[in-house]
């Protein structure tokens, strides 16, 4: 893994090229580089600084089991990826985690704190906040509104308050400072004031992510947030994760493309028909027996090429 | 309607040909139903009018010959003897309506005492019926048990029946709507008025034959000038409805779909469409209720502790075949399988080679058609040019119920709808039972949004 | 053909006191669907509900005509509450039948006749409203009509359009403010993802309640003003068909945004009016008698002809302009529902 990291860095800082200001942050360290060296692959093991703790979370739909997590840790500051076959669940766990559907059984805490139960709106407040595999742009809000909905602690979001624009002038001023400041990291400051639904489905990506981080997140979980991106966009997408990681910041996505999964994550987490059948680092993932075994007994067709060859530089160019 | 014919007819041919059919397009409605006969739209103001009969020892239907009937302030009426009597009123309102009990034959009662006052309220231009229940002996000892009070087997049991004859009917009716809904996601505001229109056509068919339609016809015979047999004017309804349903899918939806409309526009079209239909209605068959010329007055037949006619007991023993029939029809043939695959997922059912537009055009041909047959049964009661309309949202309460989409689950919602409306007057006052089955439907909604047959959804 | 006539109803009905109804019933129905996005097919039960409130106030409670108004809004508030919190989870489909539902359960509550004494069941409340009237500036001795270029109205509906228009201009004002705040923002976002605003943090089932609250107050506000202009709260006037009328209204103005339901209600009463004394006109004038052979059209007939003129309308209006005389297409065309 620490092996790997420069290489990591030097290819970024070529590719990124289109991400201008935000490439040139990306040579930042991680954190995290080296933690997870002692830390054995298996399903449930324990990691040294969690701030997610699932336990026993199950999920059904009728008859159909699409979750069900014996244990999981996730470790503080570093990047985890979720990955296994189309219909694993991983959707489905994301949701549990994040207060959008409610597991049968089980407890999820956040920092310690038991996050059952608790409302998804609720979580943005803890520290956690996600984006969704369908990009969710609201189309009809320019980008800067869309940025500014993002902001904790307007009091101008309340009834009474909003009819008196003196209450909420000021904070509304510096929220959209935040906001002009995050779409110029994010290279998105020529579009503030379109509407969002003018976008391409990138720029919404982008938005999107850009919009959570208005929330000052501990923890961000992105639902598959390379999908339908083009090339070109994915290494300047893969550049501000990144980043997120050089903030301190934790990052759960969930992922197919084996390639980023490699080239950003620190730890893997695999499933296969709701279960966790694997984790590990990337490199030792994919000499799982199981973890093979898992994406050629679905009909799963996205690249599954874990020559030890295989390196960054050829990945941003397949 | 045949005096009025020739003069209408010489009406038409001092029009050139242009103006009429400028007209005929101009007003979508009047190019379809408006050469029906005139005397179907004429209303002579509006009143109260309604005809007291009574059975007597022997159980015979005999009227009540001079009975006083007034409304304060506005007019009075003796009933003759056939028991016919009529109090024109001013306008539109709501009338005080009471029967002078003194007045009664000896021996003859009000069925429920508490209702020698009745609020009638008159629209503009109708006549309406108003109904005394009369009973020879004492109140109470009734024969028309969901009149009664208390709880009783018997009562139980014949509520059952008239709870399972909505039921059937409405079930009719929601399964179109559902599977509408299962293949394109339109929540069909309109659907009502295809029970309507199944209604009224098979009315005019079974009134005045073809001529009902194109009021040229009339001097030749049955069943061009003349009323058919119920029967035939039946299925000629269901052909009605089954056709309505094609062109509004083949001229307005097929188009909308194509255009890209989004559903909820594609919704706030068929409100339009709805309004639009309906008042095409009351234009040409005017307000007031009419009923079948055949089967309109029947004796109950006792069956066990129920009575039932026997006009209620066909229709609703063709209304489970027919059930059965759709239901079989959906899970074996090709075409049922390819419906029920577009309501699954209709871009997997498009990409495996099925012709989508052709299933969406068949499940609105087949909705069309028993949503109409489900109009004729209901018609056996009453024929209205608003009926649809009062039932549409029983009928969304089934759909709901049983889940949006699915077929079987209209099939039990309306059941259920049927059964609790009807069961719920044991308890509860009758002006109160169907606002009982909209609180039901929306508790479900709450407890159970995807309906009792409906799958829970996955976000994300 | 007296078109004096036939203008004297297009330009005082498109101002007078239906049009103020419709156009706070609409304002409140903006704020639901334009906003927030909920599919509210039950404004008329708002309309009720307010209308309601004053009535039983002065019928049955017996209490002073101006806190009847307070409790017609207290109505309007416990009925948001009580469709909002187990309804606003649901699609927005179900919402919409649900919402339909809810409107025609409280017309059928009203008139049963076991409310008699509180609600009059289906005689309605008449002469309630004499202190509205007592204070009219607009009375004076002799005439009761006043008349000027195209616009006649009477003293009482005058009075009834100052108070109205009034009122509307607040809730406009109001509106705009709210929806230029970050509240609205909030709102807009709910309309365009519900999920988006619930992971950001924002509780998005307390905002839609709210908004129902709000703009069913205004709807509720519009019924009051329906039933005092009429002195009369008729059961069978809060059917659905109403409720699609405020759609319409709405969408001619254009969904979303604050002035549409004003210009819609305006434009709405002026058509539909214009139509009927149109066509009433031409059958005492006897112009186009075979015309109106050809299709029966009569006096008892008009007003059906005038229904079908709006349903048609409604059709053609969703599919050829549905963002309405002043929204702009592009807009319209990022609507992805």
Redesign the interface.
Same mark, same amino acid.
């Given at each position: 893994m620490t092996g790997n990291e420069p290489t990591n860095e030097i290819v970024l800082g070529v590719t990124a090229g289109g991400g201008g200001a935000a490439g040139a942050e990306m040579e930042h360290d991680n954190p995290v580089a080296g933690l997870f060296d002692d830390i054995e692959g298996t399903p449930g093991v324990a990691k040294p600084d969690p701030i997610l703790v699932a336990k026993g979370v199950r999920r059904s739909?009728?008859g159909l089991v699409?979750v069900d997590v014996d244990y999981l840790e996730v470790q503080r500051g570093a990047i985890t990826a979720l990955i296994g076959p189309n219909g694993a669940g991983k959707?489905?766990f994301?949701?549990l985690l994040?207060g959008?559907?409610k597991a049968d059984t089980g407890h999820v805490e956040l920092n310690g704190d038991s996050i059952d139960g608790v409302? %998804?709106?609720?979580? +943005?407040?803890r520290g956690m906040?996600?984006?969704?595999?369908?990009t969710?742009a609201?189309?009809?809000?320019s980008v800067l509104?869309?940025m500014?909905?993002?902001a904790?602690d307007?009091g101008?979001? %309340?009834?009474a308050? +909003?009819?008196i624009?003196p209450l909420?002038r000021r904070r509304?001023n510096e929220v959209e400072e935040q906001a002009r400041g995050l779409l110029d990291r994010f290279n998105l400051t020529h579009m503030s004031d379109e509407?969002a639904?003018?976008l391409s489905g990138g720029q919404r990506k982008l938005v999107?992510m850009a919009?959570?981080l208005?929330?000052d997140p501990e923890l961000v979980m992105l639902?598959e947030p390379m999908a339908g991106v083009n090339p070109a966009l994915t290494q300047s997408l893969l550049g501000h994760v990144k980043q997120l990681r050089a903030e301190k910041r934790t990052v759960i996505f969930v992922e197919h493309d084996m390639d980023v999964v490699r080239d950003i994550s620190d730890w893997v987490v695999v499933m296969a028909e709701g279960r966790i059948i694997a984790e590990g680092t990337p490199e030792s993932i994919g000499k799982n027996q199981a973890v093979v075994d898992a994406y050629l007994g679905s009909s799963h067709d996205s690249a599954l090429d874990f020559s030890d060859d295989d390196t960054p530089s050829e990945a941003s160019d397949a | 309607m045949n005096e009025s014919d020739p003069q209408r007819c010489g009406g038409d041919n001092k029009l050139n040909r242009l103006t009429k059919l400028i007209a005929a397009l101009a007003i979508l409605g009047f190019a379809i139903l408006g050469l029906a006969p005139q005397s179907l739209a004429q209303d002579d103001g509006q009143s109260m009018f309604g005809t007291l009969t009574y059975e007597n020892e022997e159980g015979e239907k005999v009227p009540a010959e001079g009975v006083r009937i007034f409304s304060e302030g506005i007019g009075e009426a003796v009933s003759d003897a056939d028991g016919a009597w009529s109090i024109p009123v001013p306008g539109a309102g709501s009338f005080p309506l009471e029967i002078d009990t003194s007045t009664l034959p000896d021996g003859v009662n009000l069925k429920n005492a508490d209702r020698a006052v009745l609020d009638v309220l008159v629209e503009a231009g109708q006549e309406k019926r108003a109904l005394f229940g009369l009973l020879f002996g004492e109140a109470g000892s009734t024969a028309e048990l969901t009149q009664g009070e208390g709880v009783s087997g018997r009562r139980i049991a014949q509520l059952s029946v008239e709870g399972l004859k909505q039921g059937l009917y409405l079930a009719m009716a929601a399964i179109g709507l559902s599977l509408i809904f299962g293949t394109t996601g339109l929540v069909n505001f309109a659907h009502a008025e295809l029970v309507t229109w199944g209604m009224l056509s098979t009315f005019l068919f079974n009134a005045y034959g073809f001529a009902g339609f194109i009021g040229f016809l009339a001097p030749l015979p049955p069943p061009f000038g003349g009323g058919v047999n119920l029967i035939f004017a039946a299925i000629f309804g269901m052909i009605c409805g089954g056709l309505m349903g094609y062109l509004l899918d083949r001229t307005i939806f097929r188009n909308l779909r194509r255009s890209g409309t989004s559903l909820i526009a594609q919704m706030v079209i068929t409100i339009g469409m709805s309004i639009l239909m309906r008042y095409v209605f009351v234009y040409n068959f005017g307000g007031s209720p009419r009923s079948f010329k055949d089967f309109s007055a029947q004796t109950a037949w006792s069956i066990g502790p129920v009575d039932i006619t026997p006009k209620d007991f066909t229709a609703m023993a063709l209304s489970i075949v027919i059930l059965i029939m759709v239901g079989l029809l959906l899970q074996l043939t090709r075409m049922g399988k390819a419906m029920r695959a577009v309501a699954d997922n209709r871009d997997l059912a498009e990409s495996s080679g099925i012709d989508v537009q052709k299933v969406i055009s068949v499940v609105w041909i087949a909705g069309g058609s028993l949503a109409a047959l489900g109009g004729v049964f209901f018609g056996l009661d009453q024929i209205k040019w608003d009926f649809g309309f009062r039932i549409l949202l029983l009928i969304f309460a089934a759909v709901t119920l049983g889940g949006l989409g699915t077929a079987y689950g209209a099939l039990v919602g309306a059941l259920i709808v049927g059964l609790v409306i009807n069961l719920s007057t044991i308890w509860i006052d009758v002006e109160l039972k169907n606002m009982i089955a909209l609180l039901v439907m929306v508790l479900i909604l709450m407890f159970r949004p995807q309906g009792i047959l409906g799958r829970a959804e996955r976000i994300g | 053909m007296d078109w004096g006539q036939i203008l004297t109803q297009i330009f005082s009905q498109g101002f007078g006191t239906q049009a103020v109804v419709f156009a706070l019933a609409g304002i409140g129905l903006n704020i639901h669907f334009g906003y927030t996005g909920l599919l509210n097919f039950g404004q008329v039960g708002f309309m009720a509900a307010g209308a309601y409130g004053v009535g039983m106030a002065v019928f049955w409670l017996e209490w002073n005509f101006w806190f009847g108004i307070l409790l017609g809004i207290a109505y309007c508030l416990g009925l948001a509450l009580l469709l909002g919190v187990p309804t606003l989870r649901l699609r927005a489909d179900y919402l919409g039948i649900t919402t339909i539902a809810a409107s025609e359960a409280i017309r059928l509550f009203v008139r049963w006749r076991g409310n008699r004494e509180r609600t009059g069941a289906s005689e309605g409340i008449n002469d309630f409203a004499d202190p509205f009237y007592a204070n009219n500036i607009f009375t004076r001795p002799g005439s009761q009509s006043y008349k000027f270029l195209f616009f006649e109205y009477r003293a009482d509906d005058l009075w009834v359009m100052l108070i109205g228009w009034t009122v509307v201009a607040l809730c406009v004002l109001v509106t705009w403010q709210l929806m230029r705040s970050p509240w609205g923002r909030v709102l807009k976002a709910i309309r365009e993802d519900e999920d988006a605003v619930r992971a950001l943090g924002k509780n998005a089932l307390s905002y839609k309640l709210q908004a129902l609250a709000l703009g069913g107050v205004i709807g509720g506000l519009g019924g009051m003003l329906q039933v005092i202009d009429k002195q009369s709260v008729q059961p069978d006037t809060f059917n659905p068909v109403i409720t699609f009328m405020i759609w319409t209204v709405i969408i001619v103005g254009g969904v979303g945004r604050v002035w549409s339901p004003v210009i819609g209600a305006i434009i709405f009463w002026a058509l539909i009016s214009g139509l009927e004394v149109f066509l009433r006109e031409l059958l005492q004038t006897g112009a186009g008698d075979e015309f109106e052979q050809f299709l029966n059209l009569n006096v008892s007939n008009v007003s059906q002809v005038k229904f079908m003129a709006f349903g048609l309308g409604l059709m053609l209006l969703m599919r050829f302009r549905p963002q309405g005389i002043f929204g702009s297409r592009e807009e319209m065309a990022l609507d992805d529902r």
């Open positions: 739909f009728g699409a959707t489905t994301f949701n994040t959008f559907d409302a %998804s709106y609720k979580l +943005a407040s906040v996600r984006t969704f595999q369908l969710k609201l189309s009809k809000l509104e869309n500014k909905l993002g904790k307007q101008g979001e %309340s009834m308050k +909003a009819l624009t909420w509304e509407f639904g003018t999107e919009r959570a208005m929330t639902d | - | -």
